[in-house]
């Protein structure tokens, strides 16, 4: 699934065609995603100019000239086109823009979703409502976390994965993080200490920031609108790399968590 470093790079490649462009076309290929798409999409984004682009957690916003905004979400293996050379079957939203481009919102297993808001209202959207800070932002903080984890006996990965605590957070780069500020993703998310939770924000924060420069993570049918593959992968610590060796010089062990495999060293995550 596209985690956040992914969606950022998906908007930053998509800003890069649509700031400020008019949009001539509007082109759903079929009535729903996940979820049923807005029956009146292609009435309300014909014609309307892009004045903006960004993210909120794995959901990235494009909002228009008319107040309206689009919210999308790549689910399982969704991803934007650029000017494909061929409009496949899983396209299934098409944006030409005045200048000529052509852009595909392409989900083979449409898991995916795609909605309309008022764009003065967009943090009242459904999901954002019970969403944590940004773990970019300045609200995400070790006294944040220790105020929201404080008495959680649940295990620390556990609670970065729960976007009511932080917003955004995926399995692969908190499985990364742990590992750099060297803390077991089983210890008790209320029993860490502040200082060790300032280290874990700083790691946390790196982490991010280098999949985001590095155009995220290639997983499967992930890849960057320009159809490029990120390479993040190439400088994971932990995840994937069960039986060989952590940075530290530990050997790196998996194990299965609620179904999801979680990657760390026992010899520096305590």
Known sequence: MPEL??????????RAVLQDATLTRVEPRRADLRFPIPVDLRQRMTGARIMGLSRRAKYGLIETD???????????????RIDPAEIGTHDHL????????????????????????????????????RMG????????????????????????KAALLDQRVVAGLGNIYVCEALNMAGI????????????????????IRTVLSAAIVAGGSTLRDYARPDGELGYFSNQWRVYGREGQLCPCGGTVQRRVDGG??????PKCQK
């Open 5 to 14: 470093p992914e969606v950022e790079t998906t908007v930053a490649g998509l």
């Open 133 to 156: 800070p940004e773990p970019l932002g300045p609200d995400f903080t070790a006294a944040y976390l220790a105020r929201v984890l404080d008495g959680k006996a649940t295990s620390i």
């Open 66 to 80: 008319r107040g309206d905004m689009m919210i999308f979400h790549l689910g399982m293996s969704g991803r934007w």
């Open 94 to 129: 098409l944006l030409e823009t005045g200048s000529g481009h052509l852009l595909a919102l392409n989900d083979p297993r449409r898991f995916g979703s795609l909605d309309l808001v008022r764009s003065d209202a967009w943090q009242a959207y459904g999901p954002f409502t």
């Open 184 to 203: 077991a993703p089983t210890r008790a998310a209320g029993k860490i200490s502040k200082p060790r939770l300032a280290l874990l924000v700083d790691s």
């Open 260 to 265: 999801r495999s979680t990657f760390y060293c």
